[in-house]
């Protein structure tokens, strides 16, 4: 079944996620810059949200995705980004160098080396259930298509893929943790039942 959002609500969840990346991307390298080019034309159609500058002048493409869904047992790839289109998803044509995947609720961002994450997937594209979702925008509305894929899958095939718990406030950003610490931490803490749609 579809489901819809608001693109004044996808945006929130967006923003959200911009401002962790940007946090974590600085926190791991000081010294170094992060430009968003979110509203870039010459990079809109490259995938890119921000441009990470390092302090040895390297720049890293990065694209930024928010969940808000209240488990994180799934990554929604996005396969079509406007299906009355014709248009192919980001996670298909992105050049970024990263995927920073930020679930929101869970308090975690997730670091995929995108082209490995890509490599590994198509092969088994066909193993996962697609959703369709659409998104308002005035009069008009458009659909989009991605895969949703297990967490522990992605995790178990690329060994570069990081998770990284989100500092509460007045913490300072932690590095990657384990997908087993992760398990322990949140097994005192039952997950509430929710439909399993990406943001």
Not at 2 to 23: I, T
Not at 39 to 56: I, K, N, T, Y
Not at 67 to 77: G, I, L, M, V
Request: charged letters at 25%; hydrophobic letters at 40%; one cysteine or more.
């Amino acid at each position: 079944m579809a489901r819809g959002f608001s693109m004044r609500g996808v945006m929130g969840v967006g923003d959200r996620a911009v401002q962790h990346a940007r946090a974590w991307l600085q926190s791991q390298e000081p010294g170094s810059r992060v430009h968003d080019v979110q509203e870039d034309p010459r990079f809109q159609h490259r995938g890119v949200d921000l441009l990470w500058e390092l302090p040895s002048g390297e720049v890293r493409g990065i694209e930024v995705k928010g969940d808000r869904q209240p488990r994180r047992k799934r990554y929604f790839f996005e396969l079509v980004s406007n299906l009355e289109r014709d248009t192919p998803g980001c996670f298909l044509y992105s050049g970024a160098d990263l995927m920073l995947y930020v679930f929101l609720v869970q308090g975690e961002l997730h670091v995929l080396p995108l082209k490995a994450v890509r490599e590994w997937f198509l092969p088994r594209a066909k193993a996962y259930e697609l959703r369709h979702t659409f998104t308002q925008t005035g009069a008009i509305r458009y659909t989009t298509v991605g895969a949703i894929v297990p967490v522990k899958d992605v995790q178990e095939g690329v060994a570069a893929v990081k998770v990284i718990r989100l500092p509460r406030r007045g913490e300072e950003p932690e590095a990657s943790t384990s997908e087993a610490s992760l398990a322990a931490a949140s097994a005192a803490t039952p997950e509430p039942t929710e439909e399993d749609v990406p943001y």
